[in-house]
Structures are given as structure tokens and as C-alpha cells.
């Protein structure tokens, strides 16, 4: 019997992600106009929070809690009734905080942050434990629990900004958490996970056989190097090198993530894996020019990359382009498998039945896929030079061309 | 008269299942290791492409449900073994042509 565990934060997931491009869509991107000029107020932290909470975070532990269990080669999760309950508080929690954000309700933003904060920390003692009675450690499972671990964290620093934001007991240690936040959710959180769950889908959709694992070691070195330097430099208010050195880890941890999937697209025996994988492995491409690039550029000049503009543009690059954009790709080929165990998992052997690629169009894929990415660079354009109307109209294009997508994956349940 | 099952048949059964990412069948993959028959009860010895594969439980089930219930056959056991590990060159002719690699 197929979990519907799953299915829930997938479902959810994809209703935030809708409600986000229905929401930019609504005042044709004039919110990102806002963000881009100072992204701390509070529809800014509402949007930013809808986005890496409600649609990234939400399906990302919809895919631990499907990809777990099958990399634990059919180990069972440690409690499936604690995951229904741990979907619960944390949608509660994150629901009342986007209403607390919106409202620039204290007493509701650390209410309700503190509801979802107890959804995380269920999340990792469940995920925790299901790894640990496991005891089948690899690089897949070892970057799952430092993910996790991370997200812990990133749920700690947010808390201690709720508090400092409602009695106000750290003064301007409050910028220094946030940095520390941002390094833990952006690299520790998302940057483990998908790097960690790609060591299993690249191999399993290339059908490679044969290749080396050495290199994710080094990955997970050099990933985690970054985000403690990253964090300690923000703690300790560190000089702009340290910063620096942080960044360098964190290039370094996506270079060689780069080569490492080269190396196991080299040793395919599969011709096509399909647009998702081809789309993740382009985008993992593009990640690591870019941080090499902001390596080179913060090298030069210290100051451009911590002006607020420069932040909100690395920041979509980041965010968007690479944790939304691979989410959205892996999501053409976690959907389509969830849905076909489900669907037509009982009746293999028995009659004949669709392949998964008959339950989605790759084609289709591929032509969204690249237009969400083109109105992702217009986008960035309007941020980077400040021009109002590119801005809203990349972000506009943005929003159409993902809630088309979210569309072709939900005709997925119709099939 | 009872009918006598034997090891063509099963296979040729076998080849109703299939790898639903990869749309062949679980014999031109090169998954099935051993197939013995005892009288009407026949023992499959099998593996996957992957140790943690997500199609784990639909793949094995898959083989009880092409052989349970075909004349001749009283029971089926499936043992997903594995060692040795599966590669590629397990494949038949037919499966790698239809990967569009080899």
C-alpha cells in the first residue's frame, strides 16, 4: 500500500506555489518592485516566507518522507501517524504566520512561528529516527540528516529574530541572525538535500552503473565548510574575507558537484532520462557558474554583493533558479512516479498499464520549463537595473508560465 | 489433466512485467537470476536495477501476479537478491536497443 504522506505536502506545496504566482500576478509584479528596493517589510516577509516555506520547504519534505524510506531500501519510516501530525502543526503553524506577517501581528508571528518550528523539529525527530534505527549510512543519507539538521537550525535562528523582533533583548544582533537564517535554510537545508537526493535520482534515471562516489564526499566537505563560515562570519560580525572564504567553500561544493555529475552522466546507459533530469543537471550547471562568478566579483568589489539589491538578486538566483527551478523539474518526475505506484502499482503483472512517461509530457516539460527560466532572466534584469516595467513584466511571465506548469503537474492525478 | 509448467513458460510470463521508468521488461532488463520449477511450485530468484529501487514493491508483486493463477502453477516465492549486483550487460539485445544507448 502506497503512503499518502506524501501526497499531502506535494499537494500543498504546489497550492502555495499557485497562490504565490496568483498573488504576483494580482498587482502585475508590483510587490517585487517593493522587494527589490528593501525586501524586509512585511509583505516581503510574507512572500519570501509563502515561497521558501510554504511551496519549497513543504515539498521538500514531501520527498524525504517518500525518498527516505525507498534509499533505506524499503525501510519504513519511524512513525507514519507522527508524519500526519507533523503535516498538520506545521501547516497551522505556517498558515497563522503568513496571516501574522501580513498583519504585522507580533503576538501571531511568534505564535504561530513557534506552531510551525514544533512541525520542524517533529519533522527531524521522525526523519531521525527512521535513519538512525536504519543504520544504512551513505552520501544520500548522510546529506539527508545534515539537511535536516540544518533546517532545525534555520528554525532556531528565525525563532531568536521573532523574539528579539517582540522584546527586542539582542538590539542589531538581529542582522547577524539573519544572515546566520539565510546560510542555514539557503545552503545547509535546500543546497544538502538536492545535492544529496540527486546522487540517487541521476544514477537511477541515467540508469548509470559504475561511476565513482568519492567526489560527494567532497561535496558535503566543502558545502559544509561554506555554511559554518558562512554563519560563524555572520555571528561574529567577521571582516568581509571571512564572508569570503564562506562564499569560496561554497563554489568550490558546487564546482565539484558539477563534475561529480558529469561523471555519472558519463557512465549512463539510458540515451534520454527525461526533460526533469536534463533541466536539474542544466541548472546545477548554472548554479556553480554563478557562485563562481559572485566568488570572483565579491573578490574585487567586497561591498556589491551585501548591498541590499544585489542580495534580493542573488537571492532569486538562488532561490528561484536553482532550489524552485529543481524542485519544479524533479517534481515532473517525483509526481509522476508517486502517482503511478498509487494508481497502478497493484496491477503490474497484471494487465497492461501506462509507463510513467506516458502520465506526463515531457515535451511539455521542457518548452514551460524554459519559459519559466527566460522570464526568470527578465526578471533579473528589472531587479539588477531597477527598471519597474521589466520587472513586472518578467515577474508576470513568471508567474503565468509556472502556474501553467503547476497545472501539467496536477493533469498528472487525472491520468 | 494437470498442466505441466516449464521454465520457457515462465519467462515468456515474465516478460508482462515491466520497469515502469524504463518501459522494458523485467527479463530483457536482465533481473531474473533463477527460475525453478518443483512440481507446481515455482521459485524466482531476482533482483533490480538499484539496491533502494522505488519500484521495490510493484516490480515483485508484478511477478506474483503474472505467474499466480496460470494453469499448472500452485505457488510462487520471489527472492530479491543482491549479490551479484546487477549491470547493464545483464541486458538482452532487445533491452538495450530499446534503452537507445548501446
Known amino acids: ?415 | 489433466m494437470e498442466k505441466h509448467i516449464t521454465e520457457e513458460t515462465i519467462i515468456e510470463l515474465l516478460k508482462e512485467v515491466y520497469d515502469p521508468e524504463l518501459g522494458i521488461n523485467i527479463v530483457d532488463l536482465g533481473l531474473i537470476y533463477e527460475v525453478k520449477i518443483n512440481g507446481g511450485h515455482v521459485y524466482v530468484r531476482m533482483t533490480l536495477t538499484t539496491p533502494g529501487c522505488p519500484m521495490h514493491t510493484a516490480i515483485v508483486g508484478g511477478v506474483h501476479r503474472a505467474l499466480e493463477g496460470e494453469p499448472g502453477i500452485q505457488s510462487v516465492d520471489v527472492h530479491l537478491v543482491w549479490e551479484p549486483r546487477w549491470t547493464p550487460d545483464r541486458m538482452t539485445p532487445e533491452g538495450r536497443e530499446a534503452l537507445g544507448y548501446f
Open chain 1, 1 to 415: 500500500m502506497v503512503s499518502r504522506l506524501p501526497f499531502y505536502f506535494l499537494l500543498t506545496g504546489l497550492i502555495c506555489f499557485a497562490l504565490f504566482q496568483i498573488g504576483t500576478l494580482s498587482d502585475f509584479s508590483a510587490w517585487l518592485y517593493e522587494f527589490s528596493m528593501e525586501p524586509r517589510y512585511p509583505t516581503g516577509w510574507a512572500k519570501a516566507h509563502l515561497h521558501v516555506l510554504g511551496w519549497a520547504t513543504m515539498i521538500a519534505m514531501g520527498a524525504v518522507y517518500q525518498l527516505v524510506p525507498v534509499v533505506l531500501q524499503n525501510h519504513k519510516l519511524f512513525s507514519e501517524r507522527l508524519g500526519y501530525i507533523q503535516y498538520g502543526v506545521f501547516t497551522f503553524g505556517f498558515a497563522g504566520l503568513m496571516i501574522g506577517f501580513q498583519q504585522m501581528n507580533v503576538l501571531m508571528i511568534g505564535g504561530f512561528a513557534t506552531i510551525a518550528f514544533l512541525g520542524i523539529l517533529i519533522f527531524a525527530g521522525n526523519i531521525g529516527m527512521t535513519l538512525a534505527r536504519a543504520n544504512l549510512w551513505n552520501h544520500v543519507t548522510v546529506s539527508c540528516a545534515i539537511a535536516v539538521g540544518h533546517l532545525v537550525l534555520t528554525g532556531v535562528a528565525g525563532m531568536l529574530m521573532g523574539l528579539n523582533f517582540a522584546f527586542e533583548w539582542l538590539g542589531t544582533f538581529h542582522d547577524q541572525l539573519l544572515g546566520a537564517h539565510l546560510w542555514f535554510g539557503a545552503i545547509g537545508w535546500f543546497g544538502f538535500l538536492i545535492t544529496g537526493f540527486s546522487y540517487k535520482l541521476f544514477p537511477m534515471f541515467y540508469l548509470s552503473h559504475g561511476h565513482s562516489e568519492v567526489l560527494q564526499r567532497w561535496v558535503m566537505g566543502f558545502l559544509f565548510s561554506g555554511v559554518w563560515m558562512g554563519v560563524i562570519s555572520f555571528l561574529l560580525n567577521a571582516p568581509a574575507w571571512s564572508h569570503w572564504i564562506g562564499l569560496l567553500c561554497t563554489a568550490a561544493g558546487f564546482t565539484i558537484y558539477v563534475y561529480h555529475l558529469g561523471q555519472i552522466c558519463k557512465s549512463r546507459h539510458k540515451a534520454n532520462p527525461g526533460a526533469g533530469i536534463l533541466w536539474s543537471w542544466l541548472l546545477a550547471q548554472g548554479i556553480a557558474v554563478i557562485v563562481v562568478l559572485l566568488v570572483i566579483v565579491s573578490a574585487v568589489f567586497p561591498d556589491l554583493i551585501l548591498s541590499p539589491r544585489m542580495t534580493a538578486v542573488i537571492g532569486w538566483m538562488y532561490l528561484w533558479g536553482w532550489v524552485g527551478m529543481t524542485i519544479m523539474a524533479y517534481l515532473s518526475k517525483i509526481i509522476p512516479f508517486l502517482w503511478w505506484t498509487y494508481r497502478y502499482g497493484s496491477r503490474v503483472g497484471q494487465v497492461k498499464i501506462p509507463t510513467m512517461a506516458d502520465l506526463i509530457d515531457d515535451r511539455k516539460v521542457n518548452i514551460l520549463l524554459m519559459a519559466v527560466a527566460v522570464s526568470l532572466f527578465i526578471l533579473l534584469i528589472g531587479f539588477g537595473w531597477n527598471l519597474p516595467l521589466v520587472l513586472s513584466i518578467g515577474g508576470s511571465l513568471l508567474a503565468v508560465s509556472a502556474l501553467v506548469y503547476v497545472g501539467l503537474l496536477a493533469a498528472v492525478f487525472t491520468k
